[in-house]
């Protein structure tokens, strides 16, 4: 059997790994356009900043240690025109000699992956424009930014964000832009988490802005935006992705309407004897249910190995993807996982947040960091939905835990349930994931009810009463407008100063006095509503 992979980074490479330990007989050629194999292209950001000091580094294999260890012939600088699926052939061309041949194949593997997004701005074609999508593109973003002073990103997703970090590292003065109000896959009451960071580390940041053209000038360009004009050295374009599919279109396979190759559970296409992986495919969220582009490196390793199951003879299928991810911003690292507030929203679910900030190990224990996690799920069965969480250590492990909640079809009641590993250097008794069930079991039995930061400038004073439950020196650092001051400890010995007939809603650093506060009020036949994230939440948001 004669196996041709177009793509040789997650998908195709793990690909050609896995058919080659599955079949020692098997013909299988590697076709990449790149000078490269198997590289590490979630990591092209942090060799640009110098984090990752070795070009080699990057790559986890090269064709000669494929060949090596595998047998597998891997043909760099080298693409596929085109597709004959008559007579199953493929045509390629040398890049760097022009010249074009035909391969057969009795089976072909399509990992093409994704390219960047590059709208048609006026001087987009300008050469102090960057992407950085292959590991030459790292190479060539590097030996600029040794050479200049200030740069200018645009796009607030991961490759953005991490790029942009990594120019400030280096002592670059860096500008992003950012077409949307919030940065990276967070929801916007999250994300300001990291725009705090952001901003706390000298980048200037901003948000809501559309970029409109490019334009050199005396050795720089111009970055025009519909609020301003931006002069840097150079400008690195990170808007986002889209999934390089023109080859499987030109050979009339399927794909959906945003581009994606339509493949099956086994990762076969409209063509019995093509396999899609990777980036360039429609897979399905575990969560909710779509099909959708879910550009990430783990998908792109599992669908690449059940394709290779699949060929080889092996029957193996793709479950879906929880879209589970993470991205270190400075000392942060922020994280999401399953489906957004804002997706939830456009699936029209009736869903409910909870929220909590809990340290990521035993507080008494030395080193303990802080973390705001958020929990989405459906309101009549509280079955999960995703997640996000900032903070410093620990929270990758969250989220984790919190993606394999949703993919699973758990409740907030197997949250409660859910053990944990425990000892004082590495979580609590109480797992902050345990305590993100505990507040929506609550809030599902009718024990809390809660109000967002958002809401809590519409409050109307008249019916009601905003209480600050902090200490006198808390408060010194700031309240919410029309609050009073009542510490929690104090609450009950003034019950009698507050008016029975308004509703009394409460707040706190984090949420967690405010709850107790919450069922103190409630305990006494008071109307009350806690705010979801406490003083520290509405401060980010405002």
Known sequence: MKVLIIGGVAAGASAAARLRRLDESAEIIIIERSGYISYANCGLPYYVGGVIESRSALTLQTPESFWSRFRIEARVKTEAVSIDRKTK???????????????????????????????????????????????????????????????????????????????????????????????SNLSPDMAAIIHDEIR?????????????????????????????????DFAVLAIGVKPDSKLAKDAGLETDGKGSIIVSDTMRTSDPDIYAAGDAVAI????????????????????????????????????????????????????????????????????????????????????????????????????????????????????DRISMAAAMGMTVEDLVDLDFAYAPPYSSAKDPVNILGYIASNKMKGILEEFRPDEADTIDFQSSILVDLRTPEEVKGGMI?????????????????????????????????????????RGHGFRARSLTGGYLMYSYTH
């Not at 490196?297 to 059940?306: F, Q, W």
């Not at 060929?311 to 299928?317: D, L, M, P, T």
């Open 89 to 183: 052939t493929v045509l390629l061309r040398n890049i760097e000699t022009g010249k074009e041949y035909t391969e057969t194949y009795d089976k072909l593997i399509l990992a093409p992956g994704a390219e960047a997004i590059q709208p048609p701005f006026p001087g987009i074609e300008s050469s102090r424009i960057y992407k950085l999508r292959h590991t030459e593109d790292a190479f060539i973003l590097r030996d600029a930014a040794l050479e200049a002073r200030k740069a200018v990103v645009i796009g607030g997703g991961f490759i953005g964000l991490e790029t942009a970090e990594n120019l400030s590292h280096m002592g670059l003065d860096v500008t992003i832009i950012q077409l949307l109000d919030h940065v």
């Open 200 to 232: 706390k580390n000298g980048i200037d940041l901003h948000l809501g802005e559309g970029v409109k053209a490019f334009e050199e000038r005396n050795g720089a360009i111009a970055v025009i935006t519909d609020k301003g004009e931006y002069e840097a």
């Open 284 to 399: 399905r969220n575990a969560v909710s249910g779509e099909t959708g582009m879910i550009a990430l490196a783990g998908p792109a390793n599992k669908e690449g190995r059940i394709a290779a199951d699949n060929i080889a003879g092996y029957e193996s299928r793709y479950r879906g993807a929880s879209g589970v991810s993470a991205m270190k911003i400075f000392s942060l690292t922020a994280a999401s996982a399953g489906i957004t507030e804002e997706n939830a929203k456009r699936l029209g679910l009736d869903y409910d947040v909870a929220m909590t900030y809990q340290a990521d190990h035993a507080s008494y224990y030395p080193g303990s960091q802080m973390m705001m996690l958020k929990l989405i799920y459906e309101k009549t069965t509280g079955r999960v939905l995703g997640g996000e969480a900032v903070g410093r250590t620990g929270t990758d492990k969250r989220i």
């Open 481 to 521: 407008d029309g609050a009073v001051n009542i510490p929690l400890d104090e609450l009950r010995d003034n019950l009698d100063k507050l008016d029975r007939t308004k509703t009394i809603y409460v707040y706190c650093r984090s949420g967690q006095r405010s709850y107790i506060g919450y069922r103190i009020l």
